[in-house]
């Protein structure tokens, strides 16, 4: 079974700019978060979306916001990009809230 | 500051050892706990998991033991292979009622497993 796929897997772009990142569940899984992770450190939690619904949301600015699709598939948008936005940023699905968490192998996002 | 961190950053084992990996955590309300591994380029793969109403819980070659007295969080890997070489992280979820969606994750320890 295909495991959590995200899209694209590297992105360069610049500050002031607009970024739009993919993530499809694994099939069956309802529930996604999305991560950021900088170099060094471990991941920290952004959104969770169940059913279409934000479950929760992390210590992030408005810049960043996410959406989830009737078929569960995700999107993570972050505006105007700063350079501090650089980092690798992680979808985890499950099936439901109780259940562990499966990571896909990130989108790297670089800034310049 | 962190919540989950590690007492060791970095743990170097020979091949067909024991490896034990220290997490501690300070939220008394967390109740559920998560290993994970991560390898260079990828995401952080699950291992195993455990809920606050035991104390252990064993996988294949893994154990996760829980000491809620002291806080404490420990990954024992049994007969460490070189393909155990990683980055290991402990998360928990904050008493979210059961849910899990929201982990908070620790620095990390890179295991090195010497052939």
């Known amino acids: 079974d295909a495991g959590v796929t995200q899209s694209p897997t590297h992105l360069i772009k610049t500050r002031g700019q607009q970024v739009t990142l993919r993530c499809s569940p694994i099939s069956g899984h309802k529930s996604v978060s999305w991560y950021q992770q900088v170099l060094g450190q471990g991941p920290q939690f952004i959104f969770q979306y169940y059913e279409k619904e934000e479950r929760g949301r992390g210590n992030f600015p408005d810049r960043f916001s996410a959406r989830q699709f009737p078929n569960y598939s995700s999107e993570l948008n972050v505006n105007a990009l700063l350079l501090g936005d650089s980092a690798l940023y992680l979808c985890a699905s499950s099936t439901t809230d109780d259940q562990p968490q499966h990571f896909g192998d990130g989108t790297r996002l670089s800034i310049l | 500051g962190e919540s989950v961190g590690l007492h060791l950053p970095t743990l170097s084992v020979q091949e067909g050892d024991n490896s034990i990996i220290n997490c501690a955590y300070s939220n008394s309300a967390s109740d559920y706990f998560i290993w994970y591994k991560q390898e260079s380029g990828k995401g952080p793969q699950f291992i195993i998991d455990i809920r606050s109403n035991m104390d252990k819980r064993q996988g294949q070659r893994v154990t996760v033991l829980l000491n809620k007295t002291v806080k404490h969080l420990s990954l024992q890997i049994a007969a460490t292979q070189p393909g155990d070489s990683a980055v290991y992280f402990c998360?928990?979820?904050?008493?979210?009622?059961?849910?899990?969606?929201?982990?908070?994750f620790g620095k990390g320890t890179l295991l090195t497993v010497n052939p």
């Open positions: 998360a928990e979820n904050r008493g979210s009622g059961g849910s899990n969606y929201k982990l908070t």
